[in-house]
């Protein structure tokens, strides 16, 4: 019976983060969870569950696939522990997963596979190679420089990429991924009113609280103007456009 199980988890990794895990998954999660894709962009909400479908995907990769290594790379080491902190939680619920070496930040289990979790610099970054998921937690704000330090990790593997954010702004190689990234990602927005687990009350106190830039971002998944931008984007957009209306009458501009 127990190897049926593992076979059916193995297979199906949202069920093995429903059954296994005891996780209630959002249909997003799910997809996350199960979907072919090699390269994947999450923007959601704060408190949308991201960080908890990267670390049951982190988890199922480890314990199905021996001798794998899941890297976890956020801006700062509080994240990267958190993160991690999030994966050990999951791992806790299965009482038969062997565990022969853990510390703080990374562990190694029985099968060979390994998890490590990392701040966001290139000293600690160089040394890791052949990674089978790669994990971008708070992706808007891991910078372009340790993003591609790290893509090269992936090439001899052919390992998968997983990044998850709220947006920070109209900048940065997750915004550039997200817009101009073409098909080879796919993409999940959840955005607060979304998210079953926000309350339309509590949303609206925010909506009241915050500067409307920092709550759009937070919350509604908008890459907005940063707030050290001299002009907004749509007037940058508007000062380029190829129509522009005459201001003495002419009928065009000439060279």
Same mark, same amino acid.
């Given at each position: 019976?127990?190897?049926?199980?593992?076979?059916?988890?193995?297979?199906?990794?949202?069920?093995?983060?429903?059954?296994?895990?005891?996780?209630?998954?959002?249909a997003w999660?799910?997809?996350?969870?199960?979907?072919?894709?090699?390269?994947?962009?999450?923007?959601? @909400?704060?408190?949308?569950?991201?960080?908890?479908?990267?670390?049951?995907?982190?988890?199922?990769?480890?314990?199905f696939?021996?001798?794998?290594?899941?890297?976890?790379v956020?801006?700062?080491l509080?994240?990267?522990?958190?993160?991690?902190?999030?994966?050990?939680?999951?791992?806790?619920?299965?009482?038969?997963l062997?565990?022969?070496?853990?510390?703080?930040?990374?562990?190694t289990?029985?099968?060979?596979? &390994?998890?490590?979790?990392?701040?966001?610099? $290139?000293?600690?970054?160089?040394g890791?190679?052949?990674?089978?998921?790669?994990?971008?937690?708070?992706?808007?704000?891991? $910078?372009?420089?340790?993003?591609?330090?790290c893509? /090269?990790?992936?090439?001899?593997?052919?390992?998968?990429?997983?990044a998850?954010? @709220?947006?920070?702004?109209? &900048?940065?190689?997750?915004?550039e991924?997200?817009?101009?990234?073409?098909?080879?990602?796919?993409?999940? $927005?959840?955005?607060?009113?979304?998210c079953p &687990?926000?309350?339309?009350?509590?949303?609206?106190?925010?909506?009241?609280?915050l /500067? /409307?830039l920092?709550?759009?971002?937070?919350?509604?998944c908008?890459f907005?103007?940063?707030?050290?931008?001299?002009?907004? @984007?749509?007037?940058?957009?508007?000062?380029?456009? /190829?129509?522009?209306?005459?201001?003495?009458?002419a009928?065009h501009?000439?060279?």
């Amino acid at each position: 019976m127990q190897l049926a199980n593992d076979l059916r988890h193995g297979l199906d990794a949202a069920r093995f983060a429903r059954e296994a895990l005891d996780l209630d998954l959002d249909a997003w999660q799910e997809t996350v969870l199960t979907t072919p894709s090699k390269r994947l962009l999450m923007n959601v @909400t704060r408190q949308g569950g991201k960080s908890t479908v990267a670390a049951a995907k982190g988890l199922h990769r480890a314990v199905f696939v021996p001798g794998s290594l899941v890297l976890m790379v956020s801006p700062s080491l509080r994240q990267s522990s958190e993160l991690y902190r999030r994966w050990r939680a999951l791992a806790d619920r299965l009482p038969a997963l062997a565990l022969v070496e853990d510390t703080k930040t990374s562990c190694t289990l029985a099968n060979g596979s &390994r998890v490590v979790s990392l701040p966001s610099t $290139e000293a600690t970054i160089r040394g890791y190679a052949s990674v089978d998921l790669l994990l971008f937690d708070e992706a808007s704000r891991v $910078e372009d420089a340790l993003y591609g330090a790290c893509r /090269p990790m992936v090439s001899v593997s052919n390992g998968d990429i997983a990044a998850m954010t @709220t947006p920070w702004g109209q &900048r940065g190689w997750f915004w550039e991924a997200w817009e101009r990234g073409g098909s080879r990602w796919e993409r999940f $927005e959840v955005a607060a009113p979304d998210c079953p &687990r926000i309350s339309p009350a509590f949303l609206e106190e925010e909506r009241q609280s915050l /500067p /409307p830039l920092f709550f759009e971002s937070e919350y509604l998944c908008r890459f907005a103007d940063t707030e050290d931008s001299v002009f907004r @984007t749509e007037d940058l957009d508007k000062a380029f456009n /190829p129509i522009v209306t005459p201001l003495f009458g002419a009928s065009h501009v000439s060279d």
